[in-house]
């Protein structure tokens, strides 16, 4: 929730680090759940809910906030919001297969798709590139059609047939 809120006054640092310190608390949360067997059906659907929070919303708009807002009218709002529009639905597709998918406790080998905390990562990668002007722009389109291609991409891993190994 304090990314949210830094994130919609403008302070990209402070909401990148309240995302970081949720994924570093996601990431605990779950090894002490299997470690001390204290994985339940209600545990798995919170943990889902936070991480649609921490993966899903917290990412994207941060990408929305950081690189288009201002400009999606010059960038055409219809596509903008499908863009983003697809992405949220992605990430709640994945968590809801996940959750019905998955027995409390137990712990696959591999996942299959992008798991929602690597999608969030790979959205973070997609904003320092663009931040920092990696992104090559041919002909003059503007880099935030870059960034809204790759976040149809990293959507579409999400809920992919991709095999992930599990840590």
């Not at 929305?64 to 990430?91: H, R």
């Not at 935030?144 to 891993?157: D, E, K, N, W």
Request: some cysteine.
């Amino acid at each position: 929730m304090l990314a949210i809120y830094f994130i919609t006054h403008g302070n990209f640092f402070g909401a990148a680090l309240f995302a970081w310190v949720g994924g570093m608390c996601d990431i605990l949360d779950g090894k002490i759940a299997r470690k001390h067997n204290l994985s339940t059906a209600f545990g798995v659907q919170l943990d889902s809910f936070a991480d649609f929070l921490s993966f899903v919303l917290v990412p994207v708009m941060f990408i929305y906030f950081a690189v288009i807002d201002g400009s999606e009218y010059m960038l055409n709002i219809f596509v903008v919001f499908a863009v983003f529009t697809y992405y949220i639905i992605s990430g709640l597709r994945r968590l809801i297969s996940f959750n019905i998918n998955t027995n409390e406790g137990e712990v696959e080998n591999y996942f299959t798709g992008v798991p929602t905390p690597m999608g969030a990562i790979l959205l973070w990668l997609v904003y320092l590139v663009w931040h920092f002007g990696f992104v090559a722009v041919p002909f003059g389109i503007s880099s935030a059609y870059i960034v809204l291609v790759a976040v149809v991409m990293i959507g579409f891993s999400l809920n992919s047939r991709l095999r992930i190994p599990h840590p």
